[in-house]
Structure formats: C-alpha cells, structure tokens
C-alpha cells in the first residue's frame, strides 16, 4: 500500500549509538515480510497496526535527495531499524536499492542491517559507498535452519545468511553478524553460539556483535507468548514465572554465554565491536582565510 512521508531521515544525535555507530536512521517501508516470532516492532508503542500490512513511503527517494542534498554534516545512515530492507517485496520495489544510487552519489557512509540475502544483489552500490564507508550485519540467531524458520518463517534460512556473507565479503565489504537475540531456552546454548561464530568466521565476516537477552514489552510479549504455544507448548508458563512483566530479559545463562562468545571470538580473530565511520569536521571544508599584517 502506497503511502506518503514528510522525513525520512530519524537523526539519532541525541541517542548515541555505540551499537552500530549510526547518526542517521532510514525506513523506506512501514511494517515488514519477514513474520520473526520475537519482533520489538510489534510493541504498542510503535502504533503499528499490523506489522506484516506494508507501506511502501512513494515519496521517500525524492525526500531523501533533497534531505541528503541539505546535511552538512556527512554520517552514517542505518537501514533495517523497524523493518528489513531486503524483504521480499525489495525485489519488486527496489526502494533500498535506488535509495544507495542516491547515497553514493552524495558520498554518505551506511550500515545495511538484514536478515536476507538478497543483499548480494547490491555489491557494486555497495562497493561504491565503500569508498566512504558500507557495512553489512547480517542478524543470525541460530545455525539450525530448521529452528530458523520457526523463529524467522519468511526469512531467508540461517545457511543462505552465512552465503551472502561470504560473497559480501569476497567482494571486500565490511561485513560482520548480529547475533541477537539470544532466546531463553530457545536458541542460549553454548553449541548454538560457538557454531554461529566458528561459521562466521569461515564465511570472512570481520566482527560479531552479540547480545544474549532479548527485549519483550506490550505488544510484542502477547504476540511472541502466542507463537510460544503454537510451536512450543509450555514454554510461555516457564518465560512467565521466570521473567515476569520485565521489558529486557536475558538468558539464565547469560554469564557464561558471554564468557564463551569473548572467549570464541578472540580464538577466531573476531572482533566483538565494529569500526565505526568518523565524520569529518565540515569546517574542514573551507580553508581558512590568511591576512596580511
């Protein structure tokens, strides 16, 4: 469903983000395909009707031109904060596709956060954004694809993730994981995370970001609470006598899950935080005027 946007750029100054270094945030559609049991974006808070009903913003890359063609200051722009900017519809639409024709023309630095594959189809934008600055993290939760496709059933399975990553990075994008979010007694195994990272790393990726919790609030805890029953009976009773009404949870395990997943990543030369883009100072720009005395 076509709609309109005002803005398209969210500038997150005021809310640093020593996650993924992003200034800027992007979201070219409302709602997203990919149907994860455990998507913060289905919180109240967001207003979102129906998560899965998607609304293409028509007018977006013409707002972005002009927003891009205004900034003065030139930092990262994140996309994949509400929705996945490769969802199956991308395909037809190609919303993010000519979003970084615009991006590289302007010569801003992104970071691509998506759970698809289809991601290796913009290699060549990517490669020419790189030149500023590009950065792919692919969100895997589990290495078993049978699992993956209970947890995520319209995304791309956890092997054809670890593919793109080795194309990405064969192609020379920096490109790393999401590993989050670790689910409570779901995918908080010690097996679960060493295999994720092992692959990662055989697949070239440079880093992997971890977190092993999870967030739940209104919203999102009944839709996840309702998957829970559906595909494994019982296991909601448990997260509710163990976690309450808490909005961040993590694993019981969690302590260890970290010591394992910093233990890991160092054996595999992973770096467990990513190198972020530094903008340049825009009164850089002008050389400064010299006067004679």
């Known amino acids: ?19 993924f270094g992003l200034r800027y945030s992007m979201n070219l559609y409302r709602g997203c395909q ?15 009707d129906r998560l899965d009903r998607i609304y293409v913003k028509e007018n977006a890359l013409e707002v972005l031109e002009r927003t891009l063609a205004s900034k003065r200051v030139k930092d990262t722009i994140g996309f994949g904060s509400m929705n996945d900017p490769y969802m199956p519809l991308e395909r037809q639409y190609q919303m993010t596709r000519r979003a970084l024709e615009i991006i590289a023309n302007y010569r801003f630095p992104v970071h691509i956060i998506t759970k698809s594959d289809l991601v290796i189809r913009d290699i060549d934008l990517l490669q020419r954004i ?5 950065a792919v993290s692919v969100t895997i939760t589990t290495f078993d694809d049978v699992l993956c496709k209970k947890l995520e059933p319209f995304a791309p399975v956890t092997s054809k993730r670890f593919e793109a990553i080795r194309r990405l990075s064969e192609a020379g994008i920096y490109c790393g994981v999401t590993l989050m979010p670790v689910l409570p007694f ?13 692959e990662a790393a055989a697949c070239g990726a440079q880093y992997v970001v971890g977190y092993m919790g ?11 609470y309702d998957k829970l029953d559906q595909l494994f009976p019982g296991l909601s009773d448990k997260y509710r006598q163990t976690f309450g009404q808490k909005y961040g949870i993590n694993s019981p395990d969690y302590k260890h899950l970290f010591t394992v997943f910093y233990d890991t990543c160092k054996r595999l030369n992973l770096q467990t935080k990513m190198d972020f883009y530094r903008p340049k100072d825009p009164s850089m720009d002008y050389e400064q005027l010299k006067f004679d005395i």
């Open 130 to 134: 790189s030149g500023v600055y590009a």
């Open 186 to 198: 779901l995918n908080d195994n010690e097996e679960n995370i060493v295999s994720i990272l092992e």
């Open 1 to 19: 469903m076509p709609i309109e946007t005002k803005s398209i750029l969210s500038d997150l100054k005021k809310d640093a983000d020593t996650w």
């Open 214 to 224: 999870m967030t739940l609030r209104e919203g999102s805890r009944e839709y996840y």
């Open 34 to 48: 990919h149907g994860c049991i455990y998507c913060d974006s289905r919180s109240a808070c967001y207003r979102m």
